[in-house]
């Protein structure tokens, strides 16, 4: 699966979070070595599902085997 770390380059007219002279960032250029998205959704997951207390089952999908969620609520 393709990494994750867009060429921020591409994204300079982004304001992030309404932040004036903040730049656009990847997980890959933070942690200084390659992140894939596999690697990053699942904690990404978790963490959502904490902060807004529902569970969140994984699947593979027959599509291309790609990682996907759903949401259940509480």
């Known amino acids: 699966m393709e990494g994750a770390a867009p060429p921020v380059q591409e994204y300079g007219s982004i304001v992030p979070c309404g932040l004036i002279g903040k730049?656009?960032?990847?997980?890959?250029?933070?942690?200084q070595r390659n992140v894939?998205?596999?690697?990053?959704?699942?904690p990404l997951y978790e963490q959502f599902a904490s902060v807004y207390q529902c569970d969140i089952?994984?699947?593979?999908?027959?599509?291309?085997?790609?990682?996907y969620c759903e949401r259940l609520l509480i």
């Not at 894939?36 to 699942?42: K, S």
């Open 23 to 31: 730049e656009v960032t990847s997980l890959s250029k933070e942690m």
């Open 36 to 42: 894939t998205v596999n690697e990053a959704i699942r």
């Open 57 to 67: 089952s994984f699947h593979n999908a027959l599509e291309n085997d790609k990682l």
